[in-house]
């Protein structure tokens, strides 16, 4: 599995992956998916500003400014701003250039906020940790920073087996290859044309058990105000494939640097 190491997020989000990034409608840009998702954050970040880390080419900032909250970014992919500027400019939605772990965007927020499973495009357990600590930087007291992950399906990979097919449909097969050892995967998506021809996208993960996710967050100074499996507030369980966590920062407490 040493393509995990050799595969550059920078190479990754790169002009071709920008441009075929949105999907207006359909897969993450569903209204299914994403209204339920705005609405959250909306509602989390009141009358604060909000800070989505991995802005990518705003999915949800773009809706999310456009219910009034105040919205800023970072992103370290420039071809993936690029297209984020194609619906908002710097003076809606001002997005620093940086890793999510590290950068720093300039004031205080209510929210901070890192959708879809992007956490887990940091490859370290350190790097990870640092993502929360940067959160925290950003935070107001009493501030919250919002996950949304998977759950990792190791319950689907008997001895011996490395990949799991995780999704399909007509056109498309996503299946991730994994490394126990180390904690990492990848994903591979496979998409197919009306001639039967495929082509193959593919994203190294560092994938993380909720309660490894808690441990991270304790050690920034946050607490686990709430989980659900979802945006609308389904209860988590152990069947659930993904989950929605809000950590928040008590009142009064300083975040760990």
């Not at 040493?2 to 569903?30: C, H, K, L």
């Not at 954050?41 to 604060?48: E, K, P, R, S, V």
């Not at 949800?60 to 619906?87: F, W, Y």
């Not at 929210?111 to 940067?134: D, G, H, K, P």
Request: charged share 25%; hydrophobic share 40%.
């Amino acid at each position: 599995m040493a393509i995990v190491g050799s595969m550059r997020q920078e190479e990754i989000w790169n002009a071709d992956a920008a441009q075929r990034y949105d999907t207006p409608g359909t897969g993450m840009f569903a209204p299914e998916v994403l209204v339920p998702a705005v609405d959250r954050l909306a509602d989390l970040a009141g009358d604060g500003r909000a800070l989505e880390f991995a802005i990518g080419t705003g999915r949800v900032a773009v809706p999310l400014a456009e219910r009034g909250v105040p919205v800023s970014g970072i992103e370290l992919s420039r071809p993936m701003i690029d297209q984020l500027r194609t619906k908002a400019d710097e003076t809606k939605i001002p997005v620093v250039v940086g890793d999510m772990a590290t950068a720093t965007a300039p004031g205080k927020y209510a929210l901070v906020y890192l959708v879809y499973n992007t956490i887990s495009n940091l490859l370290t357990q350190a790097e990870q940790v640092a993502c929360f600590r940067n959160a925290a930087r950003h935070l107001t007291p009493g501030g919250r920073f919002v996950i949304e992950l998977w759950v990792p399906e190791l319950r689907k990979l008997p001895p011996g087996q490395e990949a799991v097919v995780w999704h399909r449909e007509p056109g498309y097969i996503g299946l991730d290859t994994y490394d126990v050892l180390r904690q990492h995967l990848v994903s591979h998506h496979f998409r197919f044309d009306e001639s039967g021809q495929a082509r193959l996208f593919r994203s190294p993960h560092r994938y993380i058990w909720p309660a490894e996710l808690d441990l991270m967050a304790q050690l920034a100074g946050f607490e686990l105000e709430a989980r659900h499996a979802d945006w609308i507030g389904t209860e988590f369980t152990a069947e659930s494939r993904s989950h929605v966590s809000v950590y928040r920062i008590p009142t009064g407490r300083i975040a760990s640097r």
